[in-house]
T-cell receptor, first 112, second 112 residues
Framework: DTGVSQNPRHKITKRGQNVTFRCDPI?????LYWYRQTLGQGPEFLTY????????KSRLLSDRFSAERPKGSFSTLEIQRTEQGDSAMYLC??????????FGSGTRLTVV | SQQGEEDPQALSIQEGENATMNCSYK?????LQWYRQNSGRGLVHLIL?????REKHSGRLRVTLDTSKKSSSLLITASRAADTASYFC????????????FGKGTKLTVNP
């Protein structure tokens, strides 16, 4: 297992377009988390799954954002009608018992 | 909202010196974690200290936790140029969800 994999690494999109990111966690990990990080800031929590159940969503996750984790394996994060303020690094992490996350390298989104 | 606050925001030292970073937080916690992030990359888990622990070591890292002051420190001994990165503390709320709340980080530069 090579760790948490995120695709794509970079995404440039025009304002108003929809984008989807994928995260493949470590296979033994039942917990999966999405965070967003802007320049000079620490990561901010977006949502988390335990197996296929989405257990918590941040207020940051507006109705334009949706995340899924079908069958408790990989996860997707979709942003509809992107805005310039959505430009950020989107980080995925997984863990087994909630201790010590393993992060992916992130997807950098630029909305032009 | 970000619970952890790292201090200083930036630190520049010479190779071989020790680096100390501090973190303060606001609520009661289950555990506190430190992560490292190289520029433009995902975060790497360094160490986790539980609320009933006062000190923990891992290689050249030493972490202390003072729950009465709601503060933690990360000491990197005999620093190397490869330690250049941003360092974040992250906490989870006692009795709360599993999400981690990150501070804004300390940017450490180790000059060769």
């Amino acid at each position: 297992d090579t760790g948490v994999s995120q695709n794509p690494r970079h995404k440039i999109t025009k304002r108003g377009q929809n984008v989807t990111f994928r995260c493949d966690p470590i296979s033994e990990h039942n917990r999966l988390y999405w965070y967003r990080q802007t320049l000079g800031q620490g990561p901010e929590f977006l949502t988390y799954f335990q197996n296929e159940a989405q257990l918590e969503k941040s207020r940051l996750l507006s109705d334009r954002f949706s995340a899924e984790r079908p069958k408790g394996s990989f996860s997707t994060l979709e942003i509809q009608r992107t805005e310039q303020g959505d430009s950020a690094m989107y980080l995925c992490a997984s863990s087994f018992r909630g201790d010590g996350y393993t992060f992916g390298s992130g997807t950098r989104l630029t909305v032009v | 909202s970000q619970q952890g606050e790292e201090d200083p925001q930036a630190l520049s030292i010479q190779e071989g010196e020790n680096a100390t970073m501090n973190c303060s937080y606001k609520t009661s916690i289950n555990n506190l974690q430190w992560y490292r992030q190289n520029s433009g990359r995902g975060l790497v888990h360094l160490i986790l200290i539980r609320s009933n622990e006062r000190e923990k070591h891992s290689g050249r890292l030493r972490v202390t936790l003072d729950t009465s002051k709601k503060s933690s420190s990360l000491l990197i001994t005999a620093s190397r140029a490869a330690d250049t990165a941003s360092y974040f503390c992250a906490t989870d709320e006692q009795g709360g969800s599993e999400k981690l709340v990150f501070g804004k980080g300390t940017k450490l530069t180790v000059n060769p």
